[in-house]
């Protein structure tokens, strides 16, 4: 049997969070590397229920935020469908990401970014 590591490092200022770095021993490049965000959910069995510890860095844009959320959702839908072979409710989920990026579109043109 081998492990896998998954290492996060927070870095705090006085108004929330400077920088994130992470590494995993699973990674295709060597070494940590920097990122604006991560979300970790962690199945409790014995509560039935998710731990969630949501992180972003204080510079990251909102814009920045709506993508990352869009793709993570979007990402779970594939991860229902592969865990359960539940494809009604992948698809379900990826209709939400097409409204969602809809959304995003339509509020970059009402504030004149695209």
Do not use: Y
Request: charged share 30%; aromatic share 4%; net charge negative.
């Amino acid at each position: 049997m081998r492990n896998s590591e998954i290492k996060l490092n927070i870095q705090l200022g006085d108004e929330g969070i400077d920088k994130i770095h992470w590494d995993a021993t699973e990674k295709p490049t060597a070494g940590q590397e920097e990122t604006k965000a991560v979300l970790l959910s962690i199945w409790d069995h014995e509560q039935q229920n998710t731990l969630r510890m949501d992180l972003w860095t204080k510079e990251m844009s909102i814009d920045e935020m709506k993508r990352f959320t869009v793709n993570a959702i979007g990402g779970l839908g594939d991860t229902i469908k592969n865990a359960t072979n539940d494809g009604v409710m992948s698809e379900k989920i990826h209709q939400l990401c097409q409204e969602l990026v809809k959304h995003i579109e339509e509020e970059r043109k009402e504030n004149g970014e695209g």
